[in-house]
C-alpha cells in the first residue's frame, strides 16, 4: 500500500514538474516589473476613447473653437483672435478680409437690455440692436 501511494505521489510531482516547466519560460522574458499588462495597449484604448468621447456644452464649444483654430491658417487665427478680443467675447470670426476692416470696438452691441461699461463704470459707445 504504502509504495503504491509513494508512487503516485511522484506521478504528482512529474506533472508539477511539467507545469512548472511550462511556465519557465515566463520570467525568462526580460521584464523591469512584474505587471502583466499590455501598457501600449491600454493607452491605446485610452487615446480612443478620448476621440471618441463627446464634450457637451459649453465645453463642446470651447473645442470645437480650439480644433478650428488648431488647423486654421494664419489669417484665419489673426482674425478670431482680433474679432473675439476687440468685440469683448461678443464676436468670433474666421474672415480676415473682413475683419481687419471692421472696428469691433465702435460697432460693440451689448446684449438686449445692457450696456457696456469700462473699468471705471463709464458708459461707452455702442451700436444700437
Known amino acids: 500500500g504504502s509504495g503504491g501511494s ?7 510531482e512529474g506533472g508539477g514538474a511539467g507545469a512548472g516547466g ?3 519560460p515566463e520570467p525568462t522574458k526580460a521584464r523591469p ?11 491605446r484604448d485610452l487615446k480612443r476613447q ?10 463642446a464649444l470651447n473645442k470645437l473653437f480650439r480644433d478650428i ?31 481687419s476692416k471692421k472696428d469691433y470696438e465702435k460697432e460693440r452691441q451689448a446684449p438686449k437690455g445692457m450696456e457696456w461699461k469700462d473699468r471705471e463704470g463709464n458708459r461707452l459707445p455702442q451700436k444700437d440692436s
Not at 33 to 43: D, K, L, P, Q
Not at 50 to 59: A, N
Open 22 to 24: 511550462s511556465a519557465a
Open 69 to 99: 483654430y488648431g488647423k486654421a491658417d494664419e489669417d484665419t487665427r489673426r482674425a478670431m483672435v482680433k474679432s473675439f478680443q476687440t468685440s469683448g467675447g461678443t464676436v468670433l470670426s474666421t474672415n480676415w478680409s473682413e475683419v
Open 6 to 12: 509513494k508512487n503516485g505521489e511522484e506521478k504528482d
Open 33 to 43: 516589473y512584474a505587471s502583466h499588462r499590455n501598457w501600449s495597449a491600454i493607452e
Open 50 to 59: 478620448e476621440e471618441e468621447e463627446k464634450p457637451e456644452g459649453d465645453e
